[in-house]
């Protein structure tokens, strides 16, 4: 009888751990869903950079705030979101491929960056080129937990310090962790 006990005892301990990892997953699965999002949800972002002024637009607002651009990665986010501990990892990467090139970076709030910038959700980077002229716009990544490995920018970046791209990359299409931007929200 006592086998008997012990073994219900082991298959109920094992049942409620296998309960409760799974409810855990399910629960992280839940809040990670919650937070997926378009990055430009009104395709605002979309539809502006169809100009061919936009790019320029981008490029002489922010040389107004920040005068030395060239060769400059600005990465931006906003405070309150709950995107950014995923995204740091991405941000971390970055500075590092940056301190073994020319390239610098300036880590900035979305409440630096001027008014008129169309910037529908964060975390968002800016690529600068070596003559200072808007290379990349748009999110690090996309997909179900905006990882490294789910990489846009990678792609654009690489070209842009090896001198390799034509013109600006504005990516407006992205779904993953993302936040509104609060400042054009309120």
Avoid at 5 to 21: M, N, P, Q, R
Avoid at 54 to 59: K, M
Avoid at 137 to 156: E, K, L
């Amino acid at each position: 009888m006592s086998l008997l006990t012990h073994s219900f005892k082991h298959v109920v301990i094992v049942g409620a751990l296998i309960a409760w990892v799974l409810l855990t997953l399910g629960g992280l699965a839940y809040s990670s869903a919650q937070r997926q999002k378009e990055f430009d949800p009104a395709q605002t972002l979309a539809l502006a950079a169809m100009s061919a002024e936009f790019a320029p637009a981008v490029t002489t607002s922010m040389h107004a705030q920040y005068p030395s651009l060239a060769k400059t990665v600005v990465h931006i986010q906003q405070a309150d979101c709950s995107c950014n501990f995923s995204n740091n990892i991405h941000v971390d990467r970055i500075d590092t491929v940056l301190d073994k090139s020319a390239y610098h970076s300036v880590h900035v709030s979305v409440s630096d960056i001027p008014k008129e910038i169309i910037l529908p959700s964060l975390p968002a980077v800016m690529v600068f080129d070596e003559q200072g002229q808007l290379g990349y716009f748009g999110p690090y990544s996309s997909g179900y937990f905006c990882s490294t490995d789910t990489a846009i920018v990678d792609r654009f970046l690489t070209n842009v310090i090896e001198n390799k791209h034509v013109g600006s990359a504005v990516v407006s299409d992205g779904y993953g962790c993302y936040c509104a931007n609060a400042s054009t929200t309120s």
